[in-house]
């Protein structure tokens, strides 16, 4: 088939997983280096899937590594892949696409950047590095990743519209090669929750939020 999807599971563990259950429980959480705290639903849902990542800000802004589980997950998925291919790795936050490129070096493999803060597209799409890292809101319409054939979500931001734009900028015309979407998703998370929506092509949002209250 043209275009595939995947999902590969991690599990929260130790000082993460407490963190997470104790924000969706109570709106707040202790951890070592401050409080986190979500002042509504919406943040939330926010600090949950920041969580999920592995780094997670406190009420001071700085943020904070409490977990290498999904960044553990796309180094194995990488060295899956192979050195020689091409891949685009979409995430939601800057501190998600500091762990790609962490991964990336780990690895050995030269990773390039597409986000509010860097444009090094023209850069990857010339062959410079093998990974490009996109934050998801930046590679949207008429960005052209046909150079990969593998897609990978590390996050994904809380908006449809975003999801099916990033899929359609590397399963596009000028693609040659049947496409894989690999989505890393922590294990009863709201990763989950996400995905489920996705599936369903609801509202992300309104259909966590509407689950949470059922």
Request: charged share 25%; with cysteine.
């Amino acid at each position: 088939p043209p275009e595939t999807h995947v999902t590969y599971h991690c599990e929260l563990t130790g000082e993460a997983a407490r963190i997470y259950r104790d924000l969706e429980e109570d709106f707040v959480a202790q951890a070592r280096n401050g409080v986190v705290t979500a002042a509504n639903a919406l943040v939330k849902l926010l600090r949950l899937q920041q969580v999920t990542g592995g780094c997670v800000p406190t009420d001071d802004g700085v943020g904070h590594r409490i977990d290498a589980a999904k960044q553990r997950l796309l180094a194995d998925t990488l060295e899956d892949i192979g050195p020689d291919e091409p891949v685009v790795i979409f995430c939601r936050f800057h501190a998600d696409l500091d762990a790609i490129h962490e991964a990336c070096r780990q690895l050995g493999y030269t990773s390039l950047e597409l986000s509010g803060r860097r444009d090094e597209l023209a850069r990857w799409q010339a062959g410079e590095g093998q990974a490009l890292a996109v934050q998801i809101s930046a590679g949207g319409v008429g960005v052209d990743l046909t150079r990969a054939r593998y897609s990978i979500y590390y996050s994904l931001s809380f908006s449809l519209g975003e999801y099916d734009q990033s899929l359609s900028r590397v399963h596009r015309p000028g693609q040659t090669r049947p496409v894989e979407h690999i989505h890393l998703v922590a294990r009863n998370t709201v990763d989950t929750k996400i995905m489920r929506a996705l599936e369903k092509r609801s509202e992300i949002v309104q259909a966590i939020l509407a689950e949470v209250k059922s």
